[in-house]
């Protein structure tokens, strides 16, 4: 049984649970962070192996930003860190589920979660949830074509 407190890794077992991992031909793959206490999904973002062992010997959540191409310390500009309470992988060991405390929202939107696009039966688009905090940050509200130019990755 997992406790509630995640203790960081000693950096050689970090080492060992990232050789375990399956990353793409990009050395990346996809992590899921969801609330540690409630379960909610707030977001999917990449790590590398670097990012991996940092999260695992820190205990804060890193990411990798693909568009910066460089390590993503969750909440170093926004302040909106996550701090692990569980690391679990798939079967397959090609995707991680980071179970976190959050502070602040999640999404670069300001939004608690990034899943905030909802489909209705007759194909249209609601935004179900509101920003927490002023206005959203680079909010693609009308903008469904997908395009992800400039960098969203805070």
């Known amino acids: 049984m997992m406790t509630e407190t995640f203790t960081p890794l000693d950096p050689a077992a970090a080492e060992r649970i990232a050789d375990g991992l399956v990353f793409d031909d990009r050395g990346l793959l996809p992590a899921i962070a969801q609330d540690a206490g409630d379960g909610t999904v707030l977001m999917l973002a990449w790590m590398n192996r670097e990012a991996v062992r940092e999260t695992l010997t820190t205990g804060r959540v890193t990411y990798y930003s693909r568009s910066r191409q460089a390590l993503w310390r969750k909440g170093e500009s926004s302040g909106h860190v996550q701090v692990l309470r569980r690391f679990r992988y798939d079967c397959d060991a090609d995707t991680v589920l980071l179970g976190v405390a959050q502070t602040g929202p999640a999404c670069h939107t300001n939004r608690r979660d990034c899943f905030f696009n909802e489909v209705g039966p007759d194909g249209s688009v609601a ?5 927490l ?16 130019t400039g960098d969203r990755s805070r």
């Not at 905090?133 to 992800?148: A, N, S």
């Open 127 to 131: 935004i179900i949830s509101e920003p």
């Open 133 to 148: 905090i002023g206005k959203p940050l680079g909010d693609r509200t009308g903008d469904r074509t997908g395009d992800r």
